[in-house]
């Protein structure tokens, strides 16, 4: 996602591997930090594995028209089809960490999109 947004700041083109429908699954880092603080102090996980993550399947085509909006920047897409864009499908169940934990994302992919270029040095504009 760093690589995606820096392209689209600075007139790059972003490369996606594949045909742009394979999927995963973006969650904001302070959703993370959410969900680690209440596995570190809930009781009863005893070692439990618990995923964590939006539980939204995102195409990476969508992904670059999310950026292009968060951006404001139209964004060049060149789609790589001599490597492969990786598993077809990759979200998180997130059904443990719900019942575990209480955990529920609260920033969707375009906030969080939106945070990330507010809050990251690397995308502070002069």
Same mark, same amino acid.
């Given at each position: ?5 820096? $392209? $689209? ?8 591997? !594949?045909?742009? &429908? ?19 102090? $809930? @009781? !009863? =996980?005893?070692?439990?594995? =618990? ?21 404001? &920047? ?8 001599? @490597? ?7 979200? $998180? ?28 040095? &690397?995308?502070?504009?002069?």
């Amino acid at each position: 996602m760093p690589r995606f947004l820096q $392209a $689209a700041l600075s007139g790059g083109s972003l490369v996606i591997y !594949g045909d742009g &429908r394979h999927t995963r699954d973006y969650v904001y880092v302070d959703d993370v930090v959410d969900a680690l603080v209440a596995a570190a102090t $809930a @009781k !009863g =996980i005893n070692r439990a594995v =618990i995923n964590v993550g939006s539980g939204q399947e995102t195409s990476v085509a969508d992904l670059a028209a999310h950026i292009q909006t968060a951006t404001g &920047r139209e964004v060049n897409v060149l789609y790589n089809s001599q @490597k492969a864009g990786g598993v077809a499908r990759l979200a $998180a169940d997130i059904g443990r960490a719900r019942e575990m934990l209480g955990f529920r994302p609260a920033i969707d992919l375009h906030a969080g999109l939106r945070l990330t270029l507010e809050r990251d040095i &690397r995308f502070r504009r002069p």
